[in-house]
């Protein structure tokens, strides 16, 4: 598990629109939600704002996914740290980020998901 100093340092890759995540929330299945960057210790994601009441500080994200083939696939236990946007009233197709927060995943997925993130950042240099 990644210390919180760690998280509040970590690295954040910039990512394209092939990388989404899944989870489920409060009962609700959430599928191919487009995630902006990614660190090892966490991601932003983009959900609609009708769906940001669901979204609260420290709200359990189940069996978080990372979807896309260079990703480690095992199961991530995931909390939303901080939301951005949605009020009250907004337009529902309005989107919201969510920043996500990694709390658990397996060590073989821990250090692919660095691997990756580090030789994402090395290419991002050159």
């Known amino acids: 598990m990644i210390s919180q ?8 890759i910039i990512v394209g629109a092939e ?3 899944s989870f489920t929330l409060r009962g609700h299945d959430y599928r191919d939600v487009r995630i902006t960057n990614l660190s090892p210790g966490g991601c932003f994601a983009l959900v609609g704002a009708r769906d940001a009441r ?3 500080r420290g709200a359990v994200l189940e069996g978080l ?11 991530i236990l995931a909390t939303v740290s ?3 946007g949605g009020r009250p009233g907004a337009d529902p197709l309005e989107l919201v980020g969510i920043g996500i927060q990694f709390q658990g995943m397996d060590p073989a997925s821990q250090e692919a998901l660095d691997t990756w993130v580090d030789a994402a950042e090395a290419a991002q240099r050159n």
Do not use: M, S, T
């Open 65 to 75: 996914v990372l979807q896309h083939p260079e990703l480690p696939k095992a199961p």
């Open 19 to 21: 990388f989404a995540i």
């Open 5 to 12: 100093a760690d998280r509040r340092d970590a690295r954040r």
């Open 54 to 56: 669901l979204f609260e």
């Open 82 to 84: 901080y939301v951005l």
